[in-house]
């Protein structure tokens, strides 16, 4: 299937939309679309639970209008660069019992002064 809009993102490109919201479709060798997920990074673990069942998912492409296709090499960088990513995370658990309080979103973890 040719992608005639399509622009080729380089890996870092990428990585810097993996968590972002958006359309993202796994599609066949056809170009028939799998299923559509709401980020790259779930599309990158669809992809990869398909290919295990079925060797033809081969591309990734960005709704509504293909702007960006991922192609099977590719898709297996990102995936390794997301595991990475993931993996070099700090333990929520362990920062918040190391720095008193919690990450992200949570409020602070009451030290006793509460």
């Known amino acids: ?20 919201t958006g359309n993202w479709m796994v599609d066949d060798i056809q170009g028939r679309h799998l299923c559509w997920v709401p980020s790259l990074r779930l599309a990158l673990e669809v992809a990869t639970d398909y290919a295990r069942t079925m060797p033809a998912v081969v591309t990734l492409s960005r709704a509504p209008v293909d702007d960006v296709v991922i192609f099977p090499g ?4 990102l995936r390794k660069i997301a595991a990475t990513l993931e993996s070099n995370r700090p333990d929520p658990e362990r920062s918040e019992k190391t720095t008193g309080r919690s990450l992200g979103w949570m409020s602070w973890v009451c030290q006793g002064t509460c």
């Open 1 to 20: 299937m040719e992608y005639p809009r399509a622009a080729h993102l380089t890996d870092a490109q990428l990585e810097t939309v993996l968590y972002e």
């Open 74 to 77: 590719q898709v297996e960088r």
